[in-house]
């Protein structure tokens, strides 16, 4: 190739013996490694550039029931188990809620249609909201995924709305949790 070098590279294997590599095979393992990660990194952008997911669903059934509150600010790192992870006991009612939901998608996960493109964080379930009643109601026509999810997050957010919110459990550290 016009411009190249033509270097020799050596490959180790698994005796004393090295294999000669050329600049030409080099630069088709490099180009198909680039090309394989433009893929994933296209496919991870598509995925994540929807607007709408299971979290923002999960945030609008929220929002339905509780209209006044901020769910991401309230709820993502609450007591031991609202946001990333989960351990330990719950503080009080609110963090049970999410421990019960974490629970919930870890059977979620049990589900035999709940595969890997249908994985309860990104599955998306159809549903209503009575705002007047502060009610939801997952729809009929979901399949048996979408609709198990949808039930998760549907008795989370009814539950965080029986609950009292503590302020003190905000950015509870975790030693506290006794994990």
């Known amino acids: 190739m016009p411009g ?10 698994s005796g004393a013996h090295r294999e000669k590599t050329s600049a030409a095979e080099v630069l088709t393992v490099t180009m ?9 990194a ?6 994540q550039g929807s607007e709408e997911n299971s979290l923002h669903q999960f945030r609008q059934m929220i929002l ?9 600010w309230d709820y993502a790192d609450y007591g031991c188990y609202c946001g990333l992870g989960g351990c330990g ?9 999410c421990q019960v939901h974490d629970n919930c998608y870890g059977e979620a996960e049990k589900v035999a249609e709940c595969n890997f493109y249908q994985y309860p964080y990104n599955t998306l379930y159809k549903y209503q909201c009575d705002k007047e009643n502060k009610t939801i109601t997952c729809n009929s026509d979901n399949g ?4 198990f999810v949808c039930e998760c997050d549907r008795k989370a957010a009814e539950c965080f709305s029986r609950s ?16």
């Open 64 to 72: 339905c029931v509780l209209p006044n509150s901020w769910p991401i």
């Open 32 to 40: 198909k490694t680039l090309q394989a990660l433009t893929l994933l």
């Open 89 to 97: 006991t719950p503080v009080d009612d609110l963090d049970r809620c």
């Open 144 to 147: 048996k995924c979408a609709m």
């Open 4 to 13: 190249w070098s033509t270097a020799v590279l050596y490959k180790e294997s």
């Open 42 to 47: 296209v496919g991870l952008f598509v995925a």
């Open 164 to 179: 009292h919110y503590n302020p003190k459990h905000k950015h509870l550290p975790k030693e506290r949790c006794h994990c």
